[in-house]
């Protein structure tokens, strides 16, 4: 990242989930130039400590807080929350930049990755909010866009291998307490997942739609065509694992004109926030546990499909609560400052 000029004020709402202590995180790892960074949390979190860096922040309460005295909020705290607060929030000034789903597809919001659209970023004037992608949507169009502008994309199928840190800590929390109680004999009755996760896989992601996918897969397939290009045909299937961190996709994509194996890793290579780890030999690619902490979406198993005409399959991986969340926000609000796009940045 180029260095922003100017110091802002910031807030991050919902610090005290999984993406706001990562987004606070990643605010100090990436010295993000904030004059003052205040956390946010309900009512009931008030006056609780998160880290930041070597300090401890204490909690603010969202009900009560003057958002006329920050430039931008990060908005981590869910859609129903963000729903009822975000326009308040943008009303007052601040530019929000939300990681919930509930104004992604307004089209008087932008829908961001930074490496993907960048220029779309402008478009926050019109309601002073600024949409993330879904997690999985994320990590996808970063691989597809430098593949894309080469050799044009017909269609993609991809399976996605989720963790639960995508539902959020209490499915962690499930994950961890159902593998411990089968070593000890009890019953891993499920609470927040539909089924049993440890030691499992679920085919179900969100809501069921009325064609037969789940929400989830509706995501993936309207935010891609949002953000990258509405011609591209897209088909998701999505599937929870009993992982902790980090998502995980296997990726077909059938382009118009040819693009080989080794031309597309030469590609990726040199495309912004990607590393191609691809050799042919055990343990030559990347999984969700080596992806945890990191900024970058990795890149294996990069291979021709002779199925089809065009085509190419590879496997994706990156640590969802960064670049699927919490890294995506804080580099959407690099970008606000590195094009001054932020009026009024004290």
């Known amino acids: 990242m180029s260095a922003p000029a100017a110091p802002v004020r910031i807030a991050v709402v919902g610090a005290t989930g999984n993406v706001g202590r990562e987004m606070l995180a990643i605010l100090e790892e990436r010295q993000f130039p904030a004059s003052v960074v205040h956390a946010i949390a309900s009512r009931r979190s008030l006056g609780a400590e998160v880290s930041f860096g070597d300090r401890r922040l204490k909690c603010k309460s969202l009900e009560d807080f003057d958002f006329s005295t920050v430039d931008i909020v990060l908005m981590a705290a869910g859609g129903t929350i963000s729903r009822e607060h975000s326009p308040r929030i943008a009303a007052a000034g601040a530019v929000v930049i939300d990681n919930s789903s509930v104004f992604r597809m307004d089209p008087d919001v932008p829908l961001v990755v930074p490496e993907v659209n960048a220029h779309a970023v402008a478009g926050f004037r019109k309601k002073n909010i600024i949409a993330n992608p879904n997690c999985s949507t994320a990590q996808l169009v970063v691989v597809l866009k430098p593949l894309h502008d080469r050799a044009v994309i017909r269609r993609v199928v991809v399976s996605t291998y989720q963790s639960t840190s995508g539902a959020g800590k209490e499915a962690m929390d499930e994950l961890w307490e159902q593998t411990r109680g089968i070593f000890v004999n009890e019953s891993p009755d499920p609470k927040r997942f539909t089924k049993q996760i440890a030691f499992n896989v679920i085919p179900h992601i969100d809501v069921f739609m009325e064609d037969g996918s789940t929400k989830e897969e509706w ?128």
């Not at 953000?227 to 996709?249: K, M, N, Q, Y």
């Not at 118009?256 to 290579?269: F, N, Q």
């Not at 900024?295 to 005409?309: H, K, L, Y």
């Open 219 to 346: 995501k993936m397939v309207a935010e891609t065509k949002k953000i990258l290009d509405p011609a591209i045909r897209l088909t998701a299937t999505c599937v929870r694992v009993p992982v902790f961190v980090g998502h995980s996709e296997s990726v077909n994509i059938e382009f118009v004109t040819p693009l080989s194996a080794d031309e597309a890793r030469d590609i990726l290579r040199e495309a912004p926030g990607i590393l191609v780890v691809d050799k042919h030999e055990d343990g030559g690619y990347i999984t969700p546990v080596e992806a945890v902490g990191e900024w970058a979406t990795f890149v294996s198993r990069i291979r021709e499909d002779p199925s089809v005409e065009n085509g190419l399959a590879m496997w994706v991986v990156s640590d969802n609560l960064r670049k699927g969340a919490a890294l995506n926000a804080v580099q959407i609000a690099e970008l606000l400052l590195n094009q001054n796009l932020l009026a009024g940045a004290a």
